[in-house]
């Protein structure tokens, strides 16, 4: 009596014996019917509890265990030589290497272009053509110097400075950029150049009849000198206090002036006469000079011999032994000698309390870092000077190098204005403090960082590279087309599997297993189990034997 199953039974039958007959590689069973399953020698279970191909030290790089202790490339790799698998690019890698199956990748100096390593012309700020050449992006020309490499452009130029970007000027140090015309750089100075102009960094060039002083600043000039006097302005000179000019002279310079004419004698220091030869003060009047024998034994007796004996604390005069003349013991120092060691002070003088015989000059106003030397005059100390000709009492700071965007408040010492650091390289400049720090570069007056170099960002932190970067090819793996038969296709291929079953398959398993428990010794059915060989295609003519309890093998 014969059975026939619907074709879609038959094929929902063949699909689920195809699945499973695919999942049964390494699978042996155990017991009378075969009731238990376990992982045959040479396989052991995955994650998935499957039975997969166990190879002892596991596979070389590229390779995976397909069988018992036999590794074979994965796909889209090829065996190169004993253990070896490859990458495998179907077209090639001229200029390049095959890196991953059908990838490549081009060599140094050589870019993907097209799915080809062609060589790379590195053009900055631009892009490379197929005859190799350059082209720059808008706003940029090729270098002179160098034809793979693309420079910014400025069409109005930069004047001291440098076009950075596009249509966009950098002053060089030491330049600001004019607010009126922006591609122009001006020269910083250090302040307002007053009397003079900034001619370039940090550098003022006075105009004509002004000089510059120990400061570096531009102040009035006087070539004939200005003696006893402050020059204010281009050769006009104007005398201290007590002091005249010379009308007699065409000299700038200023003479002592005295109130009263001096008689017999010169105007030597302010209100002060020095007699000529053979003269003597009148100590009535001390602007007059009267002859030495005008008043004969003056200060002294005549003896009866006709000479003249001098008072206790007089002596005789050294030019005229008829006159007697106040002794001071010890020299009176700008002053005279008026009466027996009394020191009269010079006008513009007073007595040092230290040394009576010692005239020391004074100054109306006090002076400050100096000394007074003259009367009413200061001289200033050693790494000062007197730079304000309204404040001749005041000597200020000396710094042999210029400060810039500070002030000299001692001798060579510069303090930074407000809103500017100490310069670490330059102990006489100050740079600006700017908002945010400059990392790597300086704070320009304009309260922007001015990067050094190879560096860029409002902080000069970005690092410029100045390699042109492709950008990476993406590249298309060509996997293969599998053919996928249809549902017609399976149906036919389902009846033709499912007839090879009850045909050939089963009167050959019988046979297998008759011929395994007649080979070595007689086993029962629950000792013998058999699997395919795997090297055969014909189960009714080969199978493996395996022995359950021994562990054995054998066809």
Request: proline share 7%.
């Amino acid at each position: 009596m014969s059975c026939t199953l619907p074709p879609v039974l038959l094929l929902v039958i063949a699909e689920v014996w195809i699945a499973h007959a695919a999942n049964r590689a390494g699978v042996c069973l155990d017991g009378e019917h075969g009731e238990s399953e376990r992982c045959c020698e040479g396989y052991r279970k995955n994650s998935a509890n499957d039975c997969v191909p166990r190879c002892s030290g596991g596979c070389p790089p590229n390779q995976y265990c397909s069988a018992p202790n036999i590794c074979s490339c994965k796909s889209g790799y090829v065996k190169i030589g004993k253990n070896k698998c490859m990458p495998f690019c179907a077209g090639g890698c001229q200029n390049g290497r095959c890196s991953a199956p059908d990838v490549c990748t081009c060599n140094d100096g050589f870019v993907m272009h097209e799915s080809l390593c062609i060589p790379a012309c590195e053009c900055q700020h631009g892009r490379c053509t197929e005859n190799d050449n350059c082209v720059c992006d808008e706003g940029y020309i090729l270098n002179k110097n160098k034809t793979d490499e693309c420079v910014p452009f400025c069409p109005l130029g930069c004047i001291n400075g440098y076009c950075s970007m596009p249509n966009i000027c950098t002053c060089k140090n030491g330049y600001i950029q004019d607010k009126a015309v922006p591609y122009m750089c001006v020269p910083m100075c250090p302040a307002v150049c007053k009397n003079g102009w900034c001619n370039g960094p940090f550098t003022c060039e006075c105009y004509e009849g002004f000089i510059k002083n120990h400061n570096y600043e531009c102040v009035p000039g006087c070539k004939n000198g200005c003696n006893n006097g402050q020059c204010i302005g281009p050769e006009l000179c104007v005398c201290n206090e007590g002091f005249m000019k010379n009308n007699l002279s065409d000299s700038p310079e200023c003479v002592p002036e005295c109130n009263q004419e001096c008689v017999n004698g010169e105007c030597t220091q302010p209100n002060n006469c020095t007699c000529f030869a053979g003269y003597t003060k009148d100590l009535e009047h001390p602007h007059n000079c009267v002859p030495l024998h005008y008043r004969e034994c003056a200060n002294g007796n005549i003896s009866l011999q006709g000479k003249c004996i001098c008072y206790e604390g007089y002596k005789e005069d050294d030019k005229n032994t008829n006159i007697c003349v106040p002794d001071c013991t010890v020299e009176c120092i700008n002053g005279n000698c008026t009466a027996p060691n009394l020191c009269t002070c010079f006008d513009g003088y007073t007595n040092d309390l230290t040394q009576p015989n010692r005239c020391i000059p004074t100054c109306i106003q006090q002076c400050i870092n100096g000394k007074c030397s003259q009367p009413n005059v200061c001289h200033c100390l050693s790494g000062y000077a007197m730079t304000d000709i309204k404040e001749p009492n005041k000597c200020f700071p000396v710094c042999d190098e210029p400060c810039i965007n500070s002030k000299c408040v001692a001798p060579n010492k510069c303090v930074c204005h407000d809103g500017f650091v100490p310069d670490l390289k330059f102990r006489n400049r100050c740079v600006i403090r700017c908002p945010d720090r400059c990392i790597n570069g300086n704070c320009t007056v304009n309260r922007t960082c001015e990067c050094y170099e190879g560096w860029t960002g409002t902080d000069c932190s970005l690092q410029i590279d100045y390699k042109h970067h492709y950008s990476s090819v993406n590249t298309m793996q060509v996997q293969a087309d599998y053919w996928l038969p249809d549902r017609i296709n399976m149906l036919w291929i389902s009846v033709v599997i499912i007839m090879a079953v009850s045909l050939i398959l089963v009167p050959g398993i019988s046979k297998i297993v008759s011929r395994c428990q007649q080979k070595k010794e007689a086993k029962s059915d629950g000792e013998v189990m058999y699997v395919q060989n795997p090297e055969m295609n014909d189960l009714s003519t080969e199978a493996l034997c395996v022995d359950k309890y021994r562990d054995e093998a054998y066809y």
